[in-house]
């Protein structure tokens, strides 16, 4: 561990297996925060047990542990940690594993540069003491807030290019939520108009265009809305982008298992109300901005609409 200077500084747990890559970590970030280090998963663990991290930022493909595994264990152990993962190969598997249980704020593909890097990980510690911050003047736990539901129920609201999905989660969710259907982001849009949405499921593409500038303009704008992927055409490098620039909650694949989807619209549904209840928590789920100008298909008119939409919250509280 590196010396602690009389100001408190952000903790950051560095994990890699390879000596030389936590060796340019302490270079890099040695001057602005106190740092951790452990050359495997379990000794990370080891160490989350006695001393609490702001940032955890991990290596993927690591002997006896995976990244993805150790940030899973290290949710339980540190629940307000940011986490990020470090990764130089695409197992889809993998990632879809890391959103829905290790709830990563972002992945980082090695080789990384290094300004990138910084900007990253210093949005999770501003994010990091941000809620801690709040959260403790409050008197609650920054990643689980004492949830006090908005009035109404929330929404669902499912956009794909088969129609007969958005009543097949209908039927799997029962009468408890209100299932809305859109085959075309125009339709979505217009059902965020019309409609008090708190969670998104989507496929990564409506009508051959990728929803990714929706669900990260959706996040940026009103991140109370929660997102939910379900897809049969899944990839890695859509997978990414998707956590990265919209922060999506889940990530599940067709054919659609009924218990699965329930389980994971339940969940995501209690996500919104801690979300809308608490501003706070917001900042946990920043988004990274886009690569890439949007689609012609989705367009910045699609967009503006989406960034004028009016959250439900707030008219809820007017």
């Known amino acids: 561990m590196d010396d602690v200077n009389t100001a408190p500084r952000a ?58 595994e150790m940030l899973r264990a290290a949710r339980d152990l540190n629940p307000n940690a940011m986490r990020i993962l470090l990764t130089g190969y695409s197992d889809l598997n993998a990632i879809i594993g890391s959103i829905n249980e290790g709830e990563i704020f972002r992945f980082v593909n090695k080789p990384w540069m290094n300004d990138d890097l910084s900007t990253t990980v210093a949005r999770a510690v501003a994010a990091a ?10 008197g609650v736990e920054p990643a689980t807030p004492v949830v006090q539901p908005v009035a109404g129920a929330a929404g669902v609201l499912v956009m794909d290019d088969d129609p007969r999905v958005p009543p097949q989660i209908q039927t799997i969710l029962g009468p408890t939520f209100k299932v809305y259907g859109a085959t075309t982001m125009n339709e979505a849009v217009e059902q965020l108009e019309k409609n008090r949405i708190g969670v998104v499921i989507s496929d990564t593409r409506v009508q051959d265009h990728p929803v990714v500038s929706l669900i990260g303009t959706l996040k940026q704008h009103h991140p109370e809305l929660v997102s ?19 922060q999506i909650y889940r990530f599940i694949t067709k054919p659609i298992h009924d218990s699965q989807c329930k389980i994971a619209v339940n969940s995501a549904v209690k996500q919104h109300h801690r979300l809308a209840a608490s501003p706070v928590l917001h900042q946990r789920y920043e988004v990274e901005a886009p690569t890439s100008p949007p689609p012609v298909a989705v367009g910045t008119g699609l967009l503006d609409r989406v960034k004028s939409l009016r959250s439900w919250v707030r008219r809820l509280g007017s």
């Open 11 to 68: 903790r950051v747990l560095f994990v890699d297996d390879e000596p030389r890559v936590l060796t340019t970590m302490r270079m890099l970030f040695r001057a602005r925060y106190e740092l951790f280090f452990a050359e495997s998963g379990q000794a990370a663990l080891e160490l989350l047990k006695s001393q609490p991290v702001d940032v955890i930022v991990s290596d993927q493909r690591m002997p006896g542990m995976t990244g993805i």
């Open 129 to 138: 003491k941000a809620s801690m911050a709040a959260a403790a003047a409050a």
């Open 228 to 246: 939910v992927i379900l897809t049969d055409r899944a990839d890695a490098g859509s997978a990414i982008e998707l956590i990265n620039q919209g």
